[in-house]
């Protein structure tokens, strides 16, 4: 978290987890990060985008969602968004894998860049357990609250919403998406698609996003267009 004036959460969201920011355990993680800060670490992705999955992505109109682990580490690359980097920046071996699945399943082109923005404007929403990191060290800032809140994000959607697509890939986001009632959502599981992960198998040929679009349709609902514009 940042100061609370960069602290911008969209309303509907903000009727269901205002009450997580009183909490102990979140005035503990906004101690945490102010002491980061103190020290002189870089915290990323900047404080006014840490909620940025939320604000993209109202709750009335979550259709899809993606967990992620943590915000990318390397300089101006992570924005909030599970998975997607900045126009200009290279997607990290994740998201190229990512789009290598999205050619072989959908038959689209390689984007020329990893920014995900468009997705989330069709209700995927791309939520990260951690919602912050230390530059350059991976995994940085995980046990210090992240995974509780976030956890309660996931409670709202389950509890609030019907019929959505979850998508879980790897066993950390597995192991989160256990509250998830199956009878009334859809969960589609796969490895995760880092190298290591997707290299063992169970990514490629996982068929995810047109599995996704195939519950939409079948429920009356326009399929998302997972091409990015240029």
């Excluded at 990514?203 to 009356?220: E, I, K, P, Y």
């Amino acid at each position: 978290m940042s100061e609370s004036r960069n602290i911008r959460l969209h309303p509907e969201w903000l009727q269901h987890l205002s009450g997580e920011f009183e909490q102990p355990y979140m005035q503990n993680l906004r101690a945490f990060l102010q002491q980061e800060r103190q020290a002189g670490q870089t915290i990323y992705p900047a404080g006014d985008e840490i909620f940025a999955a939320l604000n993209a992505t109202p709750l009335s109109q979550v259709r899809v969602v993606i967990l992620g682990q943590d915000p990318y580490h390397g300089p101006g690359q992570a924005h909030g968004l599970c998975f997607s980097v900045r126009r200009g920046q290279r997607p990290p071996p994740s998201l190229q894998n990512i789009f290598n699945e999205l050619g072989t399943d959908l038959g689209l082109p390689r984007p020329a860049h990893g920014e995900l923005t468009a997705w989330t404007q069709q209700g995927v929403l791309l939520l990260n357990s951690v919602l912050t990191v230390r530059a350059g060290e991976a995994a940085s800032h995980q046990g210090q609250g992240w995974e509780r809140f976030t956890d309660r994000v996931i409670s709202v959607l389950n509890a609030e919403r019907e019929g959505l697509v979850f998508l879980l890939w790897g066993g950390y986001a597995q192991r989160k998406g256990r509250i998830i009632d199956s009878r009334r959502h859809r969960v589609l599981v796969a490895a995760h698609p880092s190298p290591l992960s997707a290299n063992r198998g169970g990514w490629f040929g996982c068929r995810h996003f047109s599995q996704a679009n195939a519950w939409l349709t079948g429920r009356g609902e326009t399929p998302i267009d997972w091409s990015l514009p240029a």
